[in-house]
């Protein structure tokens, strides 16, 4: 499937976990975009799913916590001053349920864009909003750059001898990342403006065409967005 369908439907999906209320129907957003990530690379896609996962995890065991709502108690708490009672009801579970599951479909959407999309040729097909998908790009591959700068630092250290171990060990490689991102930036900065980006009577190199299943994903990312609006 080509990039811009690819992203037009996670996109979508993503909007009807934002809009619909049926948990259902979140529910299996979240499920089949998990399953969607699961095709990536092990060592890619654990930072993404462990953040995203464990968000939404958080969610739903604090909420009930800290919201007041709902008169069926399930469990009566004590009293904290300023937050109130800690007492949870099964309106807030549900709520911490269906609030969670957005949470994971959004997320889960964004991993699957950054870890299964193809963003150079996402760029090359933004003719109409080239700066604005060039900086997302370049956003989003913000997060493996550093898993990969980070892995090589590890390393270069323990082929010194030292280990890279705990809290501690590993703070010791912000330094050294926030150095080659800045380097690894002005690098960029040059390389577009040799390549003359941004200037007038630029060249594009030729994409392939779009296929049936492409066209069927565009138009089944707007029937999904119109339908939860429509429900």
């Known amino acids: 499937m080509s990039p811009v369908p690819a992203a037009a439907l996670l996109a979508a999906l993503a909007a009807v976990a934002l809009i619909t209320d049926r948990g259902w129907v979140v529910a299996a957003i979240a499920i089949g975009l998990l399953l969607l990530c699961l095709r990536a690379p092990r060592g890619r896609r654990r930072l993404y799913l462990v953040g995203t996962l464990g968000s939404a995890l958080s969610v739903f065991l604090l909420s009930p916590l800290v919201s007041q709502v709902g008169t069926h108690v399930i469990w009566d708490g004590p009293k904290i001053p300023v937050v109130g009672y800690l007492d949870v009801t099964s309106e807030e579970i549900a709520a911490a349920g269906i609030q969670a599951l957005r949470l994971a479909a959004v997320g889960l959407a964004f991993a699957a864009y950054a870890l ?45 001898g030292l280990e890279v171990d705990g809290l501690r060990g590993r703070a010791r490689l912000l330094s050294p990342l926030v150095a080659g991102s800045l380097e690894r930036a002005l690098n960029l900065a040059e390389a577009m403006e040799a390549r003359g980006f941004g200037r007038v009577g630029r060249t594009r190199a030729p994409s392939a065409p779009w296929t049936r299943l492409d066209r069927l994903a565009l138009v089944a990312a707007v029937l999904l967005v119109l339908g939860a609006i429509w429900l």
């Open 116 to 160: 299964l999309l193809d963003l150079d040729r996402l760029l090359q097909a933004a003719g109409f909003a080239r700066r604005s998908v060039l900086a997302a790009g370049l956003a989003t591959r913000l997060v493996p750059t550093l898993e990969r700068d980070a892995a090589g630092f590890t390393e270069a250290l323990r082929g010194r």
